[in-house]
């Protein structure tokens, strides 16, 4: 078996991987079949994925293949195809306890905390496997970043009048974007790529060009009016500190990208407007269970997201190319077994 190893930053290499051991009870062993390549697989290849340690494998947004069970599961059997939750939480802590299990004290993400699933097979919690009938494995590879995109969307608990600017073309703003587009609102992206701007275009979004004067572009949408919600997707703390002057009054800010480090804002406008500020982060069963029954439904359409799948021995070299957002990739693939 062979596993993709982020040795150190700019160093992915492609080595020699022990087989797991059987699942124990309650858990699965699954064949990974796609892989989704992430922003955090790509800041961690920079060097600026904060939580993170080398080396280590990549990859947290799987659609997989059951090889095995362990006692206790009756769910799942062999051959089902799924996508994995892969926030592995406690479920003691009080966070977990009050259903937040998203933010749990002691969370382990597959990929980031521990190793992940750019490899041949992994064991699994089965309570953290969704099964599908009707999903593809690419489909089913992204819906770890839609359901990213869905918590986020959630948080603020928004009205069907509230108008929402998303900020960020890249793959968690548009799953911000078909969360809202879901619930039956269209919201304004705002972006300063060029090729994501067109590809927001193609797929029919109104797009501000952060390259221009967006206050004006965003009071011209909205009839002169600020959006009622802004969801920053950047992890720039340029736009987040930015975002505050584009949230009308009494209005809401949502930091889904994460940066790590301070950031700061002007308090008497803060205060003037009266701004609720959240954070939102990861996801949790719930957002999995809702978005895949829209996936499903075809509701949400990731068609137009998904790159060429590409094989593992390919990938080393694919990743300074999927760096830059003008290259036009927005979810790179990877086919590990077939």
Sequence with gaps: MQALRLTQPGQLDLVSAETPA????????????????????LHAYQGKQTFFTYPRVLGHELGVEVMETGAGVSALRRGDLCSVEPFLNC??????????????RSLRTLGVHIDGGMTGAIVVPAGKLHRSTVLTLEQLAVVEPLCIGAHAFARP??????????????P????????????GMEPLLMEMSRRRLQFAQQIGLHTIDASL???????GALDGDLPRCVFDCTGSPRSMMAAFELVDHGGKLVFVGHYPGEITFQNPNFHA??????????????????????LESGRIR?????????????????????LDPENGVIKPIIAWAD
């Design 302 to 322: 990731v068609e137009p997201w998904l790159a060429d799948p590409v094989a593992p021995h390919e990938v080393a070299e694919r990743f300074p190319f999927w």
């Design 22 to 41: 059987p699942p124990g009870p309650d858990e699965v062993l699954v064949r990974i079949r796609r892989v989704g390549v992430c922003g955090t697989d």
């Design 213 to 219: 004067d967006a206050l004006e572009q965003i009071r």
């Design 273 to 294: 407007r009266e701004i609720t500020l959240y954070a939102s982060r990861n996801a949790t069963t719930q957002d999995f269970k809702q978005v895949m029954a829209l």
């Design 157 to 170: 608990e928004l009205n069907h009048s509230d108008t929402v600017l998303v900020i960020g073309g890249g």
């Design 172 to 183: 968690i703003g548009l799953a911000v974007v078909e969360a809202a587009r879901a619930h």
């Design 91 to 104: 479920g003691q802590c009080p966070p977990c306890r009050m259903g937040k299990t998203n933010c749990c």
